[in-house]
């Protein structure tokens, strides 16, 4: 079964080069019109360039459509534009992948509140920026597909990267949310963890890993998520061919009874508190607040 964008506008952000580069392609190539979205500045975020331009010639020169677009997903009123623009060009936007980012690695120790907040800026809130401006035609469509790009830092933490890793689960965070007020609307939203080599990445792998971590091996898992029959609050972890899937879980509430209420009785009892056994995937924070109710039942059945 082929897996076919025709008839569908998408835009994505950062897109003039690495990942967004390779989904803006893959996509136009598979019959969708393409917003190449890039500020076009360096790993740290500053300066610009025409980089999404150079896109945007690729996608023409193998028959797709495509336009540029240098604006910076950090000012809401520049992804209005964006989107009213793609609307008068094509009449619509069905796909968004949110993929703009920039590095400002250190350590928390020695990290400034500015890049720390600039980092913060670009993924978190630029991502909900340009979410936010496409969010109303989306439901007035009743279709969306909305990717966020979140990271293994996010998920699992990384030395060096707090700034990062805050903005990056953010991003699953907004996912959560996004996933259910979107689910009547037939907008689906989804969170890809990509690991590739590009030039975010090139001081990091080895030679023979950057070949190996080819942006187009995180293609597949980027498209799907963006397609028709994609499916709504996954975290896909993608990189190297290798594909998995990501999730929050909780395990079944202990409840302690009226004596053991304490932090004493509260550390007497950490063992089973942090035992995984019996783990589940809560499908929204009320199932959290359920699982205590049914647990407290269970327990004053017993
Ligand atoms: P990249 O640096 O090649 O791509 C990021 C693009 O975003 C750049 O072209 C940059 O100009 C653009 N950009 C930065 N600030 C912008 C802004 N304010 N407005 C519009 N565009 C802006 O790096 P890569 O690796 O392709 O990263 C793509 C996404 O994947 C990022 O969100 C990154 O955090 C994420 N990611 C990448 C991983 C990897 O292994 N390469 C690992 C985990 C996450």
């Known amino acids: 079964m082929s897996i076919s964008f025709e008839g569908r506008v998408a835009i994505v952000t950062g897109a003039g080069g690495g990942l967004g580069r390779a989904y803006a392609l893959e996509l136009a190539r598979r019959g969708a019109k393409v917003v190449v979205n890039d500020l076009g500045g360096s790993r740290d975020g500053t300066g610009t360039s025409d980089a999404a331009l150079k896109v945007v010639e690729e996608i023409k020169a193998a028959g797709g459509e495509a336009f540029a677009d240098g604006s910076s997903v950090t000012e809401y009123e520049q992804m209005q534009a964006l989107v009213a623009k793609t609307r008068e060009t094509w009449g619509g936007v069905h796909v968004l992948i949110n993929n703009a980012g920039i590095l400002r690695d250190k350590t928390f120790t020695k990290m400034d509140p500015v890049d720390f907040e600039?980092?913060?800026?670009?993924?978190?809130?630029?991502?909900?920026?340009?979410?936010?401006?496409?969010?109303?035609?989306?439901?007035?469509?009743?279709?969306?597909?909305?990717?966020?790009?979140?990271?293994?830092?996010?998920?699992?933490?990384?030395?060096?990267?707090?700034?990062?890793?805050?903005?990056?689960?953010?991003?699953?965070g907004l996912t959560k949310t996004l996933y259910l007020e979107g689910a009547k609307y037939n907008v689906r939203v989804n969170t890809l963890a990509p690991v590739a080599a590009t030039r975010m990445t090139e001081d990091i792998f080895p030679e023979e890993a950057f070949k190996l971590?080819?942006?187009?091996?995180?293609?597949?898992?980027?498209?799907?998520?963006?397609?028709?029959?994609?499916?709504?609050?996954?975290?896909?972890?993608?990189?190297?061919?290798?594909?998995?899937?990501?999730?929050?879980?909780?395990?079944?509430?202990?409840?302690?009874?009226?004596?053991?209420?304490?932090?004493e009785g509260f550390a007497a009892n950490w063992a089973r508190i942090s035992d995984r056994s019996g783990d589940f995937v809560p499908q929204s924070g009320s199932e959290q607040s359920q699982a205590i109710l049914a647990a407290m039942q269970a327990a004053s059945k017993a």
């Open 118 to 172: 600039l980092v913060v800026k670009v993924h978190l809130l630029g991502s909900a920026y340009a979410t936010k401006a496409v969010w109303d035609l989306m439901r007035e469509q009743n279709y969306g597909r909305i990717l966020m790009t979140a990271s293994s830092t996010g998920l699992f933490g990384n030395f060096g990267q707090a700034n990062y890793g805050a903005a990056k689960l953010g991003l699953a």
């Open 213 to 263: 971590f080819a942006p187009e091996n995180v293609v597949p898992a980027a498209l799907y998520l963006v397609s028709e029959d994609a499916p709504s609050n996954a975290i896909i972890g993608a990189g190297a061919g290798a594909y998995h899937s990501a999730y929050v879980t909780m395990n079944p509430p202990l409840i302690l009874g009226a004596e053991d209420r304490t932090v």
